[in-house]
T-cell receptor, first 115, second 116 residues
Framework: AQKVTQAQTEISVVEKEDVTLDCVYE???????LFWYKQPPSGELVFLIR??????QNEISGRYSWNFQKSTSSFNFTITASQVVDSAVYFC????????????FGQGTILTVHP | NAGVMQNPRHLVRRRGQEARLRCSPM?????VYWYRQLPEEGLKFMVY????????ESGMPKERFSAEFPKEGPSILRIQQVVRGDSAAYFC??????????????FGNGTRLTVT
């Protein structure tokens, strides 16, 4: 069975601080995909990144960066110089190699960025 | 280039009524996935459909819930005789048959069902 754990239920930071959201996963699949989604207060799910299990390169996109480490089964997400607009619930998710859209989600981390 | 379209955005039903939620996949996508987000909870997989086929319904409640994806038209998630516990946000996503590499998986904006 697959499992995704986001141990941080809520994080509160002040604007311009860096913040890292943790994600640890469990799977028996040798090929799998990891995702991060953002759910702002308006409720939609915004796709941030998808990473396959063979690609351990870290990714940077503007203020966002992701650190994928297979050795520790972690896929952590860092926001640099956080802004109030980053306030949202962030979900990490996992899917196996044969059913691409059947995701197992973590419980989510509520990030609040204070001005 | 429309994304995944869900309607209605909000749906209010009284207990015992039927709810129909619609999902139009992205152009060229033949696979649809439905998820439910109960209040204060994460998202849970419900069902995976291809055109005219249910591939995986392991997350669907045993009673009152059904889903279809006809040859023409949107995918429909149908909830019969709704109860208050069905109040939730329902999301769908779509994909082509193979989603390789680091291709995105986009969700629709969701339908928020409220049962009164």
């Amino acid at each position: 069975a697959q499992k995704v754990t986001q141990a941080q239920t809520e994080i509160s930071v002040v604007e311009k601080e860096d913040v890292t959201l943790d994600c640890v996963y469990e799977t028996r699949d040798t090929t799998y995909y990891l995702f991060w989604y953002k759910q702002p207060p308006s409720g939609e799910l915004v796709f941030l990144i998808r990473r396959n299990s063979f690609d351990e390169q870290n990714e940077i996109s503007g203020r966002y960066s992701w650190n994928f480490q297979k050795s520790t089964s972690s896929f952590n997400f860092t926001i640099t110089a956080s802004q109030v607009v980053d306030s949202a619930v962030y979900f990490c998710a996992l899917t196996g190699g044969t059913s691409y859209g059947k995701l197992t989600f973590g419980q989510g981390t509520i990030l609040t960025v204070h001005p | 280039n429309a994304g995944v379209m869900q309607n209605p955005r909000h749906l209010v039903r009284r207990r015992g009524q039927e709810a129909r939620l619609r999902c139009s996949p992205m152009k060229g996508h033949s696979h649809v996935y439905w998820y439910r987000q109960l209040p204060e909870e994460g998202l849970k997989f419900m069902v995976y459909l291809q055109k005219e086929n249910i591939i995986d319904e392991s997350g669907m409640p045993k009673e009152r819930f059904s889903a279809e994806f006809p040859k023409e038209g949107p995918s429909i998630l149908r909830i019969q005789q709704v109860v208050r516990g069905d109040s939730a946000a329902y999301f769908c996503a779509s994909s082509p048959p193979l989603l390789g590499g680091n291709s995105p998986l986009h969700f629709g904006n969701g339908t928020r069902l409220t049962v009164t």
